[in-house]
């Protein structure tokens, strides 16, 4: 297979992948706004550039799939047809199938699927003999066909054919593209009939609606190359006067599609640019100390200062191209929702908000499945059954929210439910009964703390074990992918009510912002997301509650941790009986972590530690500070996993 067809079938994947995802939406919407004609449209516009374009490439199994769906559309479009639930799941089953398709040409494996049955129960809609398929019985079937629309706008590139435009508009007494390319040597006249007898052919037997253009059979054809026929066009295109040109400004394409690991090298290109500018700081300012009377040094203050601010204006830049609209993972949910809600007998709506709010890449992908056992949990343990929502006085129809906001550094995401909430005491029985804790340590611990005990692994409160949900697995999945993230989760419940679980993430994991600390001779970095305050303490000030160093800030008790233990590193003896305390907030709990140092605050890049199997709790990774020293990251949701608070 040829570069030039390897590339059309790229295209082809990226593009059509990126239908289906939106129709899984759109189908969701259309089923519960049934007259929302443009909406039929748009669904319509959409499945019928997949057969036409999979057909253009010979996907047989894609085109019979699309074809009989894109029939049953039409009839749905025309209003001979009633959506029902039971149409809508085979509709949705087909764009199913189309996924499952097209892994197979992603994969390049030429296997092929059992689409019999599905392609019948399809038809028997179509022609109205499927149970629950309501038309007017005069209306007849359209027959299957084998033909192959050819949506050629589906596979071209789109600066190609804005300049193909130029072709169809120019006047008679200009050159015609194929004209230009034989007088060029590029091609035969052979080839040029060959491509009028396809644009012949395409006319009389395929409605397509826009036939292609002589330029463009060419290329698709292999006669000739994208850069022959833009050449042959400018040699064509007529000069355009002045008042053309202000009248009609040319469009240029505004975007373009990058190779990921490109990106992943420009941000590790610039994490190490960082690295130098941190160190090149660090030695300008040792030499202006050193050297404060000199004049020389004016310039090399001057040019610190400036690649300073460069290189943080090119550090966003970069984060920028990285970041994407989390409505990508969003996407997936009105349809799982739709699908499970439909399985349990529930009726349950999923609301959406901020879907335009922009998320590192590397988290797109791994937040994903939290989201999802977070849905699945509240459409199956929150929402109700519609006739007991409708005994307690609720509406039967359940509200499953979605929404996503920056705070700061850090983007929340929030899946909120108007269901049963969680009952406490119910959650306390379940925890002294799996052998968890007592009843007499559950008194003492907020009512916060005990919802913590949910993302316990193996834990669950339900009753029975569906293939929904029930094992305990899901919400320590949740737990183990945000705390890889560097994120905290939080539950707020009220029974009756309904419960809202809350993701806090930090908008990127490449490069932030970290406190560093000493310990004797020793360096560390602290995110500094995780900070709250920092405390500067004398020995009086720390009093043992039940063998735990604890200190009272504003009336509150902070437990005290001295990172000289944890890394079972010496205590300084050079203190002077003075020592800081780095506050730090995991969840809802605040530990102080006791420091001898404070060096302040420092733009560290996160590098992975090679052969590090994650055997040293709390360690997230290391960074090298402005004077070359390499120093452990912290990791304090790590750090204080297993630590009892108070």
Sequence with gaps: MSDEMDEIINDFLIETTELVDDLNQKFVELESDRDNQDL???????????????????????????????????????????????????????????????????????????????????????????????????MMAQPASNEQDIDMTAVLDTDLLAELEAEQAASSGVKQVGEILIESGLISEDDVDEALKIQELIKESVDVGEIPRVGEILTVTEKASKDDVKKALNKQAPPSTPAEKSDKPQQVEQTIRVDVERLDNVLNLVGELVLARNRLVKIATTLEIKYQDSEDLAPLTELTSFINLITTDLQIAVMKTRMQPIKKVFNRFPRMVRDLARQLNKEVELRLFGEDTELDKSIIEEIGDPLVHLIRNSVDHGIEMPQERQSIGKPTLGTVTLSAYQEGNNIVLAIEDDGKGIDHEMLREKIVEKGL??????????????????????????????DVSGRGVGMDVVKTNIDKLNGVITIDTEKGKGSKFIIRLPLTLAIIQALMVGVNKEVFAIPLASVVETVRLVDKDIKTIRGQETVILRNEVVPVHRLADKFFIERSSDINGKMYLVVILIGEKKYGLMVDKLFGQEEVVIKSIEGFSGSADGVAGATITGDGKVVLILDPSVMFSGVKHG
């Design 437 to 466: 804790s007592t009843f007499d340590e559950l008194d003492k611990l907020s009512i916060k703390e005990i919802l913590d005990f949910i993302l316990l692994p193996g834990f669950s409160t339900a009753k029975v074990v569906s």
């Design 40 to 138: 039929v449209n748009s669904i319509f516009r959409s499945v019928h550039t997949i057969k036409g374009a999979s057909g253009f490439l010979g996907f047989n199994q894609m085109v019979d799939v699309t074809h009989i769906t894109e029939s049953v559309l039409k009839k749905i479009k025309d209003g001979d047809l009633i959506l029902e639930p039971g149409i809508m799941d085979v509709i949705l089953e087909s764009i199913d199938m189309v996924k499952v398709l097209l892994d197979h040409i992603k994969q390049k494996d030429g296997a092929e699927e059992d689409i019999t049955g599905l392609v019948g129960r399809l038809k028997a809609i179509n022609d109205g003999t499927a149970a629950g398929s309501h038309e007017p019985p005069q």
